[in-house]
């Protein structure tokens, strides 16, 4: 196969990788499986430009990302709908979407399973027609990144103490929403702290991730916890896994959701695969069945 990878040398671990002596080992480990590589390490205000350069290129199989969730996603919606598959390197902080594909979760690991690895199709969601992999979220999360975001940190071991600040400033002063969900007939009224729509359902018993990322559903699951105790008791579940053992998190399955929400907040933001958003007053979320190549272990 033929690749064509595109590195954000700001991205992730990749930040404080030595990416000269990677590309080296990345090209000797692909040749020897008969492969070839392109790569293309570029700063972060470039990604976008390469990803369209990689992607329009004809004689490409797979195009390869290394980065962050943003880098992953943005790869991932130029890739949907086309024949060229997606291959992730799990550079960022937690790599979701690359644990639910089976990934490696070391980059010299991932390359030595891309060399003998296999293309299936995967699942991908979109919210009001913007395309992406792992979660569309309100409220918590979106807190959490938007607080997070206003801090320094210049290393995948700085970005999880400034996400851990502020999932504490976030409990101190949770969201209140109003929330409508239309799931096919039927429409849901609650208020929440936070809303979390994915690309299938979470497994359990470990991060959330997706056991089947072509499973064809939408998990919706509505926080309903108001209380700090309440609260820390999510964030705990949802760090290991156990959704259902959770009281206050209700849990939906569907292809199609509409999601309205109101609150007294005048700025109200969403987080799409890790990255916020302006959250529209209403927002149109579907699954799109098999709608992305992706490349993964042979043994996945």
Known sequence: MRFAAVLNSEGGTLRTTDLDAFSKRMTGALAKAGHKIDIDIVPGKDVAAALDKAVGRRNIDVVLVGGGDGTVSAAAARLMGTKKALAILPAGTMNLFARGLGIPQSLDAAIAAFADGRVTSVDMASANGEPFVHQFSVGMHARMI???????????????????RAAYD????????????????????????????????????????????????????????????????????????????NEHVEIHQTDKVKLKIRSRRRKLYAAMDGELVDLDPETSIEIHPKALKVLIPATK
């Not at 209140?176 to 096919?184: C, F, H, K």
């Not at 690309?199 to 991060?207: A, D, M, R, T």
């Not at 998990?219 to 156990?242: D, H």
């Open 170 to 245: 976030t409990l101190a002063n949770p969201p209140r929403m109003d929330v409508a969900l239309t799931i096919g007939e039927a429409e849901v009224i609650t208020r929440a702290s936070a809303i979390g729509v994915t690309n299938n359902l979470f497994g359990e018993g470990h991060l959330p991730y997706v056991d089947n990322p072509a499973g064809g559903v939408l998990g919706i699951y509505v926080t309903v916890a108001r209380q700090k105790g309440e609260l820390m008791k999510f964030m705990l579940n949802v760090a290991r896994g156990k959704w259902r053992d």
């Open 146 to 164: 938007h607080l997070r975001d206003k801090m320094q940190f210049g290393s995948r071991l700085g970005k999880m103490r400034a996400s851990a």
